[in-house]
C-alpha cells in the first residue's frame, strides 16, 4: 500500500485549476492558428484572432481566459495500492476552494435548482472515480463552463436508425446551438451504455487528447465524417458563419441493451480548460 | 463601417447601425444577468438612468489588486430575452452578449429601436482591457451578477442585428 496524504492531492488539484483557466494547452492553440489560416470569412479571422490574443493576455496571470471559470468536473482512476488519509471527494472540494480563491476565479456554483444562493467557494466539484490496478491516482481535471455545457444534449434514438440517425442527431444539435456554445467547438459524443452512461463517456470524450487516435475503426470514420460535416454547417466562430465550426470531434462508446441507441452529444468551448495529471 | 459611440445612446445613433458593422463603447455602462434582470423588470426602479443605456451581460471574474476588474467577457444572450423586452420598453437602446436570440426579442428590439452587439465570446482577459473602472450599484448579494456600473473605454463589439431585421448569424435565416 501507498500512502497518498490528502495534502498532496489538495496541492496538484488547486495548481492544476489555477494553471488551466490561464494558460491554454499549446497544442490547442496551434489548432486555432491553423483553423485561422484556412478560415475563408474575414470577420470570422478576426475572432480567431481575438481568440488568439486573449490566450496570449490570459498566460501572463493576470485575467483568467474567460469570465466563466465553470464548475469543476473531475475523473479520478485510484490504484488499489492506495491508502486515502481523507475521502477523496473532500480533498478535491479543498482544492476546488484555495483554487478559485488564490486564483481569482469565478464562484459560479449555486446550491438550490430555485433558490439560486452561491456556495461562494464553487464548490462541490462533479467527482467521478473508479478503482483500478496499481498504486497511483490519475486525475484528469475540467473546469468545464455553463455556455456549451447548456448547449449539450443526451437522446434515447432507436437502434434502427443507425449511423447515419446519429449523424443527423448530432449535427442537428450543432446547428441549432449556433454561437451560443462559443465555437470553434470539442464535440464529445457517447454512444450506447444507458442515459447516464453515454452522459459520462461524452464528458469523457471531451477530455480525451485531440490527436490520440479512435481504436474502433467504425468510430474513428464517423469522428473524421463529422468533423468535416460539422465544419460544413458554416455555423462558424461564435455563429458568425465561416468554415470553422469546431476543432475535434471525439467518440466514446459502451455496450447497450438491445432495445437501445443512447447518444450524449457535450460540446466544449473554444476556451478548453483540462488536464491530467499522476499522483 | 466603424462606429464610436459615447453613452448615453440616442434613436438617432441606433438607426445607423447596420449588421457586421464594428462599434467601439465609451463611458458608462450596467452589467446585468439572468438574476439582475428578473429583479429589475420585478422592482421597476433602477439605480441608474436607463434612458439611452447600455446593458452589458457579464459576470466578471473577481479583480486582482490593483485592477479594476478581472476577466469580463460576454455571457449568452438567449437567458435575457424575454426579460430584455421591458428594459428596452423603459429605453434600454444597446445590449451587449454574445449568441442568437428569439424572434420575439429580435421583433420587440425593432420595435424599441434597440440594437443587439455581440462581444467576442471567451475572451474575457482580452475585453477587461477595455474595462477603466467597476463598481456595485445594485444587488451586492447576487456576487458576480450584481448590477456594477463599468467605465469603459473603446470596448469592442459588432453589430448582431439591425433595425432592419438582418442577422451576423449564420444560422438564423434557416431555422
Not at chain 1, 449523424?167 to 446551438?177: E, G, P, Q, R, S
Amino acid at each position: 500500500m501507498r500512502l497518498i496524504p490528502s495534502t498532496d492531492i489538495i496541492e496538484t488539484v488547486k495548481k492544476t485549476l489555477i494553471k488551466i483557466n490561464y494558460e491554454l494547452d499549446q497544442s490547442f492553440v496551434t489548432r486555432l492558428r491553423r483553423a485561422k489560416e484556412q478560415e475563408n470569412k474575414a470577420l470570422s479571422k478576426a475572432i480567431i484572432q481575438d481568440i488568439l490574443d486573449n490566450q496570449e493576455i490570459a498566460k501572463k496571470g493576470e485575467f483568467p481566459l474567460c469570465q466563466d471559470t465553470g464548475i469543476v468536473v473531475v475523473f479520478a482512476e485510484i490504484g488499489f495500492d492506495v491508502k486515502l488519509d481523507n475521502p477523496i471527494e473532500d480533498s478535491i472540494n479543498q482544492a476546488v476552494r484555495l483554487a478559485y480563491s488564490e486564483g481569482y476565479l469565478r464562484k459560479s456554483v449555486v446550491k438550490h435548482p430555485f433558490k439560486r444562493e452561491n456556495t461562494h467557494d464553487n464548490t462541490p466539484a462533479i467527482v467521478h472515480t473508479k478503482l483500478v490496478p496499481g498504486d497511483n491516482i490519475k486525475i484528469k481535471i475540467a473546469s468545464k463552463g455553463a455556455g456549451s455545457e447548456n448547449m449539450s444534449v443526451v437522446k434515447m434514438l432507436t437502434p434502427t436508425v443507425g449511423i447515419d440517425g446519429v449523424k443527423k442527431f448530432v449535427l442537428d444539435t450543432i446547428f441549432n446551438a449556433g454561437g451560443k456554445p462559443c465555437p470553434p467547438i470539442i464535440v464529445g459524443i457517447g454512444l450506447g451504455g444507458n442515459l447516464e452512461k453515454s452522459a459520462i463517456i461524452a464528458k469523457e470524450a471531451i477530455l480525451r487528447d485531440l490527436d490520440d487516435i479512435n481504436p474502433d475503426p467504425i468510430l474513428k470514420e464517423l469522428e473524421e465524417a463529422l468533423y468535416t460535416e460539422i465544419n460544413a454547417l458554416g455555423v462558424g466562430p461564435m455563429g458568425v458563419g465561416g468554415n470553422t465550426t469546431c476543432l475535434g470531434v471525439k467518440i466514446n462508446s459502451y455496450p447497450m441493451h438491445i432495445a437501445s441507441l443512447p447518444v450524449a452529444v457535450n460540446i466544449q468551448c473554444h476556451a478548453n480548460r483540462h488536464e491530467e495529471v499522476t499522483i | 463601417m466603424k462606429h464610436y459611440l459615447d453613452t448615453p445612446i440616442t434613436e438617432n445613433i441606433v438607426e445607423q447601425l447596420v449588421v457586421g458593422d464594428q462599434v467601439f463603447i465609451s463611458g458608462k455602462i450596467y452589467t446585468a444577468r439572468d438574476q439582475a434582470h428578473l429583479r429589475l423588470v420585478k422592482e421597476n426602479k433602477p439605480d441608474f438612468d436607463i434612458n439611452g443605456s447600455v446593458i452589458y451581460y457579464v459576470g466578471p471574474t473577481p479583480a486582482r489588486p490593483g485592477n479594476p476588474i478581472g476577466s469580463s467577457g460576454p455571457t449568452s444572450a438567449y437567458r435575457m430575452d424575454e426579460l430584455a423586452i421591458p428594459l428596452m420598453e423603459k429605453g434600454v437602446k444597446l445590449m451587449i452578449g454574445k449568441g442568437d436570440r428569439s424572434e420575439s426579442f429580435r421583433k420587440a428590439m425593432i420595435e424599441n429601436k434597440s440594437i443587439y452587439l455581440i462581444a467576442t465570446g471567451g475572451t474575457g482577459a482580452l475585453l477587461a482591457s477595455r474595462i477603466k473602472s467597476s463598481k456595485i450599484i445594485m444587488y451586492e448579494d447576487l456576487g458576480a451578477e450584481a448590477v456594477h456600473e463599468l467605465v469603459v473605454k473603446n470596448f469592442p463589439c459588432f453589430v448582431a442585428y439591425d433595425l432592419q431585421g438582418n442577422s451576423i448569424f449564420s444560422t438564423t435565416a434557416t431555422r
